[in-house]
């Protein structure tokens, strides 16, 4: 992604001209406030576009290298690892796109322990019972991990996190043409007690893959954030050196303030007179006296 600037037909090409030696260190500046208002942007723009973020999704953005002087390029895509769970990188990108998702983690660990579901099976969410649900109506974590150990779905590094004795399990599956559930759809199923006969669904099985409209407009977000930042504040860091510069302050009398160059020598110039007056008083007899410098 390229978007291109005319320096020469800037406000501040003046400047430029003016003060050359500034020019690769504040351009290094403004490449950074660009990709940290990026991240922050594209975290507004999540927040627009999805019901209910997860925070991960809010804070997808993420500042991979800042600009340097003799680089003069920054880096930023999506965070591509977390501790658990899947980067927002990965389920992001269809997305981003617009293209089908593949396999969930739990999913391909279902299918490998529950075979009779068939490779090109995929469980979405059943969407009315909303206490496996999180704010962003996807199942919970905390369930997934129970449900895995319950149906002993857990591979060969994490078989101690499946349960013991299985006559324990409050999940069952119901694959596809399973004659003694045939009433009910495939899916993953929940007993409220065990051995209880009252139960509800956490997944569906379905067989169509998934389609990701596009939604999340990375690529448009990070290139309005540039041109709306970039201008900005190549402009006002190139003020700010003029304003060190040239600057003149005064006070509400409109006397120019003095520098501190001449304030040390205004004061020198005071003390020095101060001297002498001191000398003449001596000499005349006066000995009480006050001091009083006045700049």
């Known amino acids: 992604m390229a978007v291109t600037f005319k320096i020469a037909h800037m406000s ?26 990026a991240r922050r ?26 600009s340097e002087p003799d680089t003069l390029q920054a880096k930023i895509g999506l ?17 981003v796109h617009g293209s089908f998702r593949n396999h969930k983690r739990f999913e391909k660990a279902l299918l490998a322990r529950i075979p ?15 206490e496996f649900l999180d704010p962003a109506g996807m199942v919970k974590g905390s369930v997934i991990v129970q449900m895995l150990s319950h149906l002993q779905a857990f591979g060969e590094q994490g078989y101690k996190a499946n349960i013991k004795n299985p006559k324990r399990a409050l999940y069952f599956a119901v694959p596809y043409r399973s004659p003694e559930l045939s009433m009910l759809h495939p899916g993953i199923y929940k007993r409220d007690a065990i051995g209880s006969d009252f139960f509800k669904a956490v997944f569906y099985a379905v067989k169509s893959q998934p389609m990701y409209r596009k939604r999340f407009y990375y690529f448009e977000t990070v290139k309005k954030t540039i041109r709306k930042v970039f201008p900005m504040s190549f402009a006002r860091r190139f003020q700010r050196v003029a304003a060190a510069k040239h600057v003149r302050t005064y006070n509400l009398t409109q006397e120019k303030i003095l520098t501190r160059a001449q304030r040390q020598s205004r004061l020198a110039d005071a003390i020095s007179s101060n001297r002498r007056v001191m000398q003449l008083r001596r000499s005349f007899g006066i000995t009480r006296t006050r001091n009083v410098l006045e700049l």
């Open 12 to 37: 501040t090409a003046p400047l430029i001209r003016q003060f050359p030696s500034y020019y690769r260190s504040i351009l290094n500046h403004s490449i950074n406030d660009v990709a940290f208002q």
């Open 41 to 66: 942007d594209l975290g507004n723009h999540a927040s627009r576009v999805f019901s209910n973020p997860r925070d991960l999704t809010k804070n997808a953005g993420e500042v991979v290298k800042k």
């Open 79 to 95: 965070r591509d690892f977390v501790g658990k769970g899947t980067a927002p990188d990965v389920y992001l990108r269809p997305q």
């Open 116 to 130: 009779q579901f068939g490779p090109n099976t995929f469980f979405v969410p059943a969407s009315q019972n909303k």
